[in-house]
């Protein structure tokens, strides 16, 4: 099992950065692929992006293709994701997730996942 933290969201304008970061703990954080997913007021959460257990692949969403970027440091236990030009649609509660297997390719399939944070927040205004 993995203890996921996230941190880093605020309010931000629109075109503007924020970085979000995802603490964990447990001795197998470094074998699970991992994900981050977002859920704006009244809809169900969605996928953004995932990345493999050694970083080496990514997926995103169409969506955030191109403006988020999704890392990782196994050595700190440590996920990120990089959020450029963003817009007002991209206001949600930021998830961060750790699939239920290990050794897994980077996936958008939300039942993949089984251990997850409690969310940051990210405003975006117009």
């Known amino acids: 099992q993995v203890q996921l933290a996230e941190s880093g969201g605020g309010l931000v304008q629109a075109g503007g950065s924020l970085r979000l970061s995802c603490a964990a703990s447990?001795?197998?954080?470094?074998?699970?692929?991992m994900g981050w997913f977002r859920q704006a007021d009244g809809k169900e959460r969605e996928f953004v992006a995932a990345i493999s257990w050694a970083g080496g692949s990514t997926l995103y969403a169409d969506s955030v293709n191109d403006r988020f970027t999704i890392s990782r440091d196994n050595a700190r236990n440590m996920m990120y994701l990089q959020m450029n030009s963003l817009k007002p649609e991209d206001a949600a509660v930021y998830y961060c997730?750790?699939?239920?297997?290990?050794?897994?390719?980077?996936?958008?399939?939300?039942?993949?996942?089984?251990?997850w944070g409690q969310g940051t927040q990210v405003a975006v205004s117009s």
């Open positions: 997730a750790a699939s239920k297997n290990r050794w897994y390719s980077p996936v958008a399939d939300i039942t993949e996942f089984g251990s």
């Open positions: 447990g001795p197998t954080f470094s074998s699970h692929a």
